[in-house]
């Protein structure tokens, strides 16, 4: 059972308990077995979830929740930490602004025993200076994951932002929401799209609010996207 | 008042200018969320907006609406130019904020009275 899209005290919108430590424990209550940590434009606390949840046997897999230039979310997820990393060089290129904490909040740059080992002056809430088709093919060249986040949701989601799916557009999967039935979706947006369900949480208890279940040989990146592919007897459970 | 006519007395910077610039304004919308122009924008209406995805001219097209007009000096995609030459959709720019060109185009198109 994976909850791919979490935040963490990273975003300044989360709340500050969402730290590594306590996110992990969460997870081991709510019986999660892979993460997502999909902070807004940045990765910076994906490596402390990493360390605390891999002590609980969850696997996380790092990630960002992109702003792209026409403010549409898209989740970016990797198997590996560098590819997160490179990614957030990438982004963090091409953002503008610094955080205003008293507007916006703070955005706490966490270790694996919920010190504070400092603050991210980025803007994180802003949209980076990249098209949406750019956020994809950078993720996808990093053998990354490219899903849109709360696909189904007018503020910042994908139909919400630009009505519909642009043609050609190299998405992984969808993230709908629990106000959106899987068959509603099917008939908005064509049968084609794999279908994930996350909890977007930025607190502890929203934390595998919604989930998705999949049939995989190992809690793998690459098996998820077999997953997603219906490929090599890994699919979506529910 | 013609699409054509406006287009000149608001000093537009075309991009992709073939197309129906004869055609007669009914009116404008401003907004950035494809998902409420294609909602509430009407046929023949002006579009003003600040996204320049390529979904901008399929929403033109789809609503039957007289010309886009991207607002500080905004460029056009190169995929969203080329589907507009395309389509012959009228894709102009200016360098107003939304809230003046909204008013100006309020302002020509009633009369000059609120």
Redesign the interface.
Known sequence: MADLHIHTCLSPCADVEMSPLRIAEEARRKRLEILGVCDHNSAENAAAVAEAAGRLGIRVLPGMEITSREEVHILALFEELEAALSMQAEIYAHLAGENDETVFGPQIIADAEDGVTGFCPKLLLNAAALPLEGVVDRIRSRNGLAIAAHADRESFGLLGQLGFIPEGLALDALEISAHLSTAEARERYGPAWPLIRSSDAHALRDIGRATTSFALETAALGEIRMALGGIGGRHILS | MKFSDLANRLGLTPHQSQGRSDIEVSGAYTG????D??AYSREKNVWVTC?????IV??AKLKNLAAIILVNSRRP?E?TLRRAQEESILLYATSDTAFIMTGRLYTLLNSGTL
Request: cysteine-free; glycine content about 0%; aromatic content about 0%.
């Open positions: 950035d969320l494809l998902s122009v294609m996204q320049t995805h390529e979904n399929a929403v995609d995929a």
